[in-house]
């Protein structure tokens, strides 16, 4: 800042020091310390002396590191500027580069700092998209260089702080930055274009993600004219449609010309099913079953587990009864209320004696409710669903009693009502070992070794066992175990052909 | 007289033959990686700017990551003389994942990172294959 700006309204100080003193009616004392008042006022306000600066606001680095609820005060807004030639790269850059050291040594402080003296220039924020779009800080060898690390740094955190009635600059330039942002990523090249547009979707501010709803339509028509880069805009979209004020018209159009498209799918499905659950479900069912590909499969099915009302979301589950979206079943169960409505739908189907599948399929979802799991593994009729039980009460810990359960099961042998597929116990045993307590593994691997050596088993499964054993003995003690097994398998003989 | 009873026989064989050739191989699904991620979680700084809480930078990390196998379906994918065949159950196995501080050798630095650790078999799948039909064929 230069010395000799002049603060206008400041001249008027040295006249109102007068004013006391001229009166001559009041007191002689009062009359002096009115006027070595007003002349201290005078010498703090005099000309050449500049007033507090935008930048001398931001906090310290002590203050970033223990902010008080002072500081969240509004701080004087900086009007919009273009990019500044008399910007030079090497102090923009310099910070770029500092931002990501610090990221990378996780010091919040000098991060805060960094990132602090970049954005409260909003010329150096546009400045920072302009970079990336031109490939100023591209290193070739590099798919990201750390300037660009620190650019990606710079833009999320823009993006959030201009979207904050905080924000430190006019609230229009907000709407200005981030509008630039989105053209922006059609600039760049494609791998820092995905990288900014995660950066950007992540966005948040105040609990709120900075793109909402009122951001759909931009999206969308970004969307549809520049194809090739449509996946850019689906995680954007993805943001903007979770917003309640979301238009459903808008959503339906949006869904209805993108069915092709598992992100749009999964985007505005999910949205809608929230809206209008009866007529959406019965669509995404319809859809569902003309589905050719997994990842429209599992589009849906993602949007109908984490959208659709619990009870018609474990029911496609369990109709359905696809081995391949356990990852989307698994986030049903994560929902409030879902392993409940999982367990309800075991007891509904058990006692209508209903295709075994969808038993399983829900068993497989009850991840975190080992003693229910355990109760199935016991008791349903079909050894399948037993089976899965066994995994699903295994896969996250194991305790005595469900080593316990396993060596019934393996004792049950073939047994309709209380046996178990030998491949079952196999994984099960090894998922017990996986998790097992120091004094509970021995009991688990000598329970897997058994089973490697049981000769009612079939040969590929107790090949199985022994591989799973491998990271727990020692080589000779697998050696040895390899060898005791291959004595014991029948001598393979070669297929005749069918004369 | 001769004709007669070989067309009858013929017939029959037709008739009892249950398994004609279907036509049709098995179909390719790739090994797929699908991620739990409900809350969107990220590991990384949380830092202040102007005394605003700002999330963090680092990368996404889902609770679960599972894994599926490459395998056969059938999808009535038309093959002259094969058949889609069960074949094996395959495991499908899972991996759950924590935010952890992950320190580069020789930097000094340490970074946040994204660690999956093995958890275990989670549930199955079929997998199936294509056979050829057995020749001669009653229908071919």
């Known amino acids: 800042m230069s010395e000799a700006s002049p603060a206008t309204n400041n001249t008027t100080a040295p006249s109102s020091i007068l004013v006391p003193c001229a009166l001559g009616l009041v007191p002689c004392a009062l009359g002096l310390v009115l006027c070595a008042l007003g002349l201290l006022l005078w010498l703090a306000a005099r000309p050449g002396d500049p007033a507090p600066r935008i930048t001398e606001l931001k906090p310290t680095a002590e203050q970033v590191s223990a902010p008080t609820q002072a500081e969240t005060s509004h701080p004087e807004r900086v009007p919009l500027a273009e ?108 791998g820092l274009a ?75 499905l999910g949205r809608l099913l929230r809206e209008d659950p009866l007529h959406w479900m019965s669509v995404a069912r319809d859809w569902y079953e003309r589905a050719s590909d997994i990842e429209t499969r599992s589009a849906l099915a993602s949007a109908i587990a984490t959208a659709a009302p619990l009870p018609e979301a474990t029911r496609f589950f369990a109709d359905v009864s696809d081995p391949t979206l356990l990852a989307e079943l698994r986030s049903l169960a994560t929902r409030e209320g879902g392993a409940r409505e999982l367990a309800d739908l075991y007891e509904e189907r058990l006692l209508s004696e209903d295709d075994p599948r969808g038993r399983r399929t829900i068993v497989s979802g009850l991840v975190h409710e080992p003693d229910l799991c355990l109760g199935i593994a016991r008791t349903d009729p079909d050894s399948g669903v037993r089976g899965q039980a066994l ?64 000769h009612s088993f079939p040969a590929s499964v107790r090949l199985d066992a022994c591989e799973r054993l491998e990271r727990w003995l020692t080589p000779s003690d697998h050696a040895a175990l390899e060898a005791e097994l291959s004595s014991s398998l029948p001598k393979v003989t070669l297929p005749q052909e069918t004369p | 007289m001769t004709i007669p009873l070989a067309l009858l026989l013929s017939l029959s064989a037709c008739i009892s033959c249950d398994d004609a050739c279907p036509d049709e191989r098995a179909t390719q699904v790739d090994a797929r990686v699908s991620e739990v991620n409900p809350n969107d979680r990220r590991c990384g700084l949380g830092i202040r700017l102007f005394g605003l809480s700002l999330e963090a930078f680092g990368p996404e990390c889902p609770t679960e ?48 990172d994204c660690e999956c650790e093995p958890r275990g078999i989670l549930g199955e799948l079929e997998d199936f294959a294509s056979r050829t039909c057995p020749a001669p064929y009653p229908n071919q």
């Not at chain 2, 952890?100 to 020789?106: D, E, F, N, S």
């Open chain 1, 83 to 190: 990019p500044s030639e008399a910007q030079t790269e090497a102090p923009l850059t310099d910070l770029l580069l500092e931002a990501h050291r610090a990221f990378h040594a996780r010091d919040s402080a000098a991060l805060s700092e960094a990132l602090e003296s970049i954005l409260i220039e909003p010329a150096s924020a546009l400045e920072v998209l302009e970079g990336l779009t031109t490939n100023r800080w591209f290193e070739p060898a590099l798919p990201l260089s750390a300037a660009e690390d620190g650019a990606r740094l710079a833009i999320g955190a823009g993006a959030a702080l201009y979207a904050s009635s905080e924000s430190p600059t006019e609230a229009a330039f907000s709407e200005r930055f981030l509008s630039r942002a989105l053209t922006a990523l059609l600039e760049m090249r494609a």
């Open chain 2, 65 to 112: 990551r599972i894994y599926y196998p490459a395998h056969q379906t059938c999808q009535g994918q038309p093959a002259p003389y094969s058949r889609c065949e069960f074949e094996k159950t395959m495991p499908i196995e899972y991996e759950s994942c924590d935010c952890v501080t992950a320190t580069i050798l020789g930097t000094g630095l340490a970074l946040p």
């Open chain 1, 391 to 454: 995994l699903t009460a295994t896969v996250d810990g194991v305790s005595e009693e469900s080593l316990d359960i396993l060596r019934a099961a393996w004792r049950a042998g073939e047994d309709p009502y209380y046996g178990v597929a030998p491949r079952h116990l196999v994984w099960a045993s090894s998922n017990a070992a996986l998790h097992a307590t120091e004094d509970l593994r021995p009991v688990a691997l000598q329970l897997l070794r058994s089973l490697a050596l049981d």
């Open chain 1, 194 to 268: 995905e990288l900014m547009t995660r950066e950007l979707a992540r966005a948040e501010v105040e609990g709120a993600r900075v793109w909402g709803a009122e951001w759909l339509p931009r999206l969308l028509h970004l969307r549809w004219r520049h194809p090739d880069r449509a996946a850019l805009f689906d995680l954007l979209l993805e943001t903007a449609c979770r917003g309640a004020d979301a238009d459903g018209a808008l959503l339906t159009r949006l869904l209805l010309s993108g069915e092709e498209d598992p992100g749009l799918l999964r985007v505005a």
